[in-house]
């Protein structure tokens, strides 16, 4: 699978984006996936993950009640809907597929996309 990730964009502090990756490839739905983010001069980082039939998510505790992870299996697509967006959300984004193993660890994840970026103005 080949992953193409889009939507990102300069916005304001309480603002709203959505994230898309796009998968290439065929079985999209058998496919564990993840959002991660990387700040400059930081390590990459798990955002958020969900299961091939979307019916369980998981979003780390600094963005619970802000983003939604989701899919779309038809479009080949899943998505990272940011609301109230704060100056640290700051960062390029990356969707991965999991291959299995601690949902956290980006050596779980065997393909990436070549990310987004996502800026936040105060």
């Known amino acids: 699978v080949q992953l193409v990730e889009s939507g990102g964009g300069l916005v304001q502090a309480g603002g709203s984006l959505r994230l898309s990756c796009v998968a290439s490839?065929?079985?999209?739905?058998?496919?564990?996936m993840g959002w991660f983010r990387q700040a400059p001069g930081k390590e990459r980082e798990f955002v958020a993950h969900?299961?091939?039939?979307?019916?369980?998510?998981y979003h780390v505790d600094s963005v619970k009640g802000r983003f939604t992870i989701s899919r779309d299996n038809a479009k080949n697509t899943v998505y990272l809907r940011m609301n109230m967006l704060k100056p640290e959300d700051t960062a390029v984004y990356y969707c991965?597929?999991?291959?299995?193993?601690?949902?956290?660890?980006?050596?779980?994840?065997?393909?990436w996309g070549q990310g987004t970026q996502v800026t936040v103005s105060s």
């Open positions: 991965a597929a999991f291959r299995g193993g601690n949902i956290y660890d980006i050596h779980s994840y065997d393909t």
């Open positions: 969900i299961n091939g039939n979307g019916g369980m998510t």
């Open positions: 490839g065929r079985a999209f739905s058998a496919y564990t």
